[in-house]
């Protein structure tokens, strides 16, 4: 088999017992939305295969918040396929640089394969698939749906973000918003539209129904 079956395979067994969100199936819809934008970008295609499959092999919010744990696994496993180092080294440069970290993050490392993994992890968490990932994982922290009283709390740090424990809906206006216009490509760029329109409409849906106006 070839090293991205492999890494498939390994993904899919390490990610077994996911949060939904977080799952093999994120992992494959961030692949998919990978190699659409890699089609009208100049890249090295394995790279991006490999940092779409592993950017989530081991997330910091399941691992007590430690972010090193991640780079280190897919290192290993990239290794034990015998990778080139050049290669590994820049697969795990795209997992330690593509988190979110509530916007604030400064970047320690640039290419456009990270900028097309970055893309295509954010597409993921916006529109539809991203308001019921935000909403599921919210069930899975058992956070409130939204508190009229606890507002957003709009440029947290990185520890902020971390460590927030706010409803779900606040998460919206904390990143989910945000995203359109923080995308690196023209195709994320574009895709992006009609995501964050529909998060918008359900937002004003969602506070019809709350205050009882439909």
Sequence with gaps: MSVIDNTI????????????????????RVFKNAL???????????IVKLGALLHD????????????????????FLESQKIAEPKIQHVVAIIENIS???????????????????DADRLDAIGAIGIARTFNYGGFKNRQLYNPNIPPKMNMSKE???????????????????????????TGKELA???????????AQFYAEWEGEK
């Design 36 to 46: 659409l934008i890699a089609q009208h970008e100049e890249c090295d295609i394995e």
């Design 193 to 203: 539209v009609d995501r964050h329109r529909f998060m918008e409409n359900f937002l």
């Design 9 to 28: 395979l390994f993904v899919k067994q390490k990610l077994e017992n996911a949060e939904a969100g977080h799952d093999w199936f994120h992992i494959e």
């Design 160 to 186: 902020e973000y971390k460590n927030s424990e706010a409803p779900t809906l606040n998460h919206f206006y904390e990143k989910l918003l945000l995203l359109k216009d923080k995308m690196n490509t023209k």
């Design 57 to 76: 092999i081991a997330d910091s919010k399941f691992n007590g918040g430690d972010e090193t744990i991640g780079p280190r696994i897919a290192r290993e």
């Design 100 to 118: 979110f970290k509530g916007g604030n993050f400064e970047k320690k490392f640039n290419s456009k394969e990270l900028e097309i993994v970055q």
